[in-house]
């Protein structure tokens, strides 16, 4: 009887966590971060160093002396070109932003009748796609040249575009969240008279918020830094070129431009940086207060 009443008394006890491993975890963490930033910490310390620093040895970290020089001296590289920057930065944004727009809406409406609704081939087709993202993009280069040289889109912005909107990840992972919607809330909608098209985009979508926010992030990301990988196969045209095509060419220039490039490396990463830190306070938001249960 003693033995069950004690046993009782420690089941109600709670169990906290130590103070010394509290503060163990934040040094662990707080490590491991500062480590994690330090690229990123690097590649802002050397856009503001003058050249004989960057060419220092042994390389210092930090900079010593801040100067502006490396950003006015890419200013002037560029502004030497015969096609304007702005037309870069323009083709740069365009791509990337119809591309993830594009690949967003297609994938989820692609992904939600598989997801919640039953029709004959469903499983096959889903097995398909998971068996595409086997193969990198490598493998597939030459599909895809053949498929935009017959349609016709060599040297056209659609040749990047297209192939995005046609990737497989963001079907996958939107059929993975829409499939953890409940039916019984369709099921109202459809009672209530919505459509189709009114549930998946009124009542779907908002639902699944973390996942597009997510695919968002990859998207912009790969088409970011496309125009210099994949882009140089189908662009020939220097007015379609993109900003890191434009930055890249800084630095066939010899060391006498390492400054240059690597103002352009930070200009290059912060875009991407920036879309991830906004989109990712939204998917914390998102998930800490929509969940749901059947």
Same mark, same amino acid.
């Given at each position: 009887?003693?033995?069950?009443?004690?046993?009782?008394?420690?089941?109600?006890?709670?169990?906290n966590?130590?103070?010394?491993?509290?503060?163990?975890?934040?040094?662990?963490l707080?490590?491991?971060?500062?480590?994690?930033?330090?690229p990123?910490?690097?590649?802002?310390?050397s856009?503001?160093?003058?050249?004989?620093e960057?060419?220092?040895?042994?390389p210092?970290?930090?900079?010593?002396?801040?100067?502006l020089?490396?950003?006015?001296?890419?200013?002037?590289?560029?502004?030497?070109?015969?096609?304007?920057?702005?037309?870069?930065?323009?083709?740069?944004?365009?791509?990337?932003i119809?591309?993830t727009?594009?690949?967003?809406?297609?994938?989820?409406?692609?992904?939600?009748p598989?997801?919640?609704?039953?029709?004959?081939?469903?499983?096959? *087709?889903?097995? &398909?796609?998971? /068996?595409?993202?086997? $193969?990198?993009?490598?493998?597939?280069?030459? !599909?895809?040249?053949?498929?935009?040289?017959?349609?016709?889109?060599?040297?056209?912005?659609?040749?990047?575009?297209?192939?995005?909107?046609?990737?497989?990840?963001?079907?996958?992972?939107?059929?993975?969240?829409?499939?953890?919607?409940?039916d019984?809330?369709?099921?109202?909608?459809?009672?209530?008279?919505?459509?189709?098209?009114r549930?998946?985009?009124?009542?779907?979508?908002?639902?699944?918020?973390?996942?597009?926010?997510?695919l968002?992030?990859?998207?912009?990301q790969?088409?970011?830094?496309?125009?210099?990988?994949?882009g140089?196969?189908?662009i020939?045209s220097?007015?379609?070129?993109?900003?890191?095509?434009?930055?890249?060419?800084?630095?066939a220039?010899?060391?006498i431009?390492?400054?240059?490039?690597?103002?352009?490396?930070?200009? *290059?990463?912060? &875009?991407?940086? /920036?879309?991830?830190? $906004?989109?990712?306070?939204?998917?914390?938001? !998102?998930?800490?207060?929509?969940?749901m249960?059947?």
């Amino acid at each position: 009887m003693k033995l069950a009443l004690q046993s009782l008394r420690w089941g109600k006890r709670k169990v906290n966590r130590s103070w010394y491993g509290n503060i163990l975890n934040v040094l662990l963490l707080a490590a491991l971060g500062y480590f994690m930033a330090l690229p990123l910490v690097f590649v802002v310390s050397s856009a503001f160093k003058p050249l004989d620093e960057i060419l220092t040895y042994p390389p210092k970290f930090f900079v010593q002396r801040p100067t502006l020089s490396n950003f006015s001296d890419l200013y002037n590289l560029l502004s030497g070109s015969w096609v304007p920057f702005s037309r870069y930065v323009f083709n740069t944004f365009f791509i990337a932003i119809v591309g993830t727009g594009a690949h967003v809406i297609i994938a989820s409406m692609a992904a939600y009748p598989v997801a919640k609704r039953k029709f004959p081939g469903r499983t096959f *087709l889903f097995t &398909v796609v998971v /068996l595409s993202l086997m $193969f990198s993009a490598t493998v597939t280069q030459v !599909t895809n040249y053949m498929t935009m040289s017959w349609l016709g889109m060599i040297d056209t912005y659609w040749a990047i575009i297209i192939p995005a909107i046609g990737s497989s990840l963001g079907f996958y992972l939107m059929k993975q969240f829409m499939e953890n919607i409940p039916d019984a809330l369709l099921e109202a909608a459809q009672i209530d008279g919505c459509s189709e098209f009114r549930i998946f985009w009124n009542i779907v979508m908002p639902v699944v918020k973390p996942a597009w926010l997510t695919l968002i992030i990859f998207s912009f990301q790969s088409l970011w830094g496309a125009g210099s990988t994949v882009g140089s196969m189908y662009i020939y045209s220097e007015q379609l070129k993109t900003v890191d095509f434009a930055l890249h060419q800084i630095l066939a220039g010899g060391i006498i431009r390492i400054g240059p490039s690597m103002a352009a490396t930070l200009m *290059l990463i912060s &875009v991407p940086i /920036l879309i991830f830190v $906004f989109a990712q306070s939204n998917i914390i938001q !998102t998930m800490s207060s929509s969940g749901m249960k059947d």
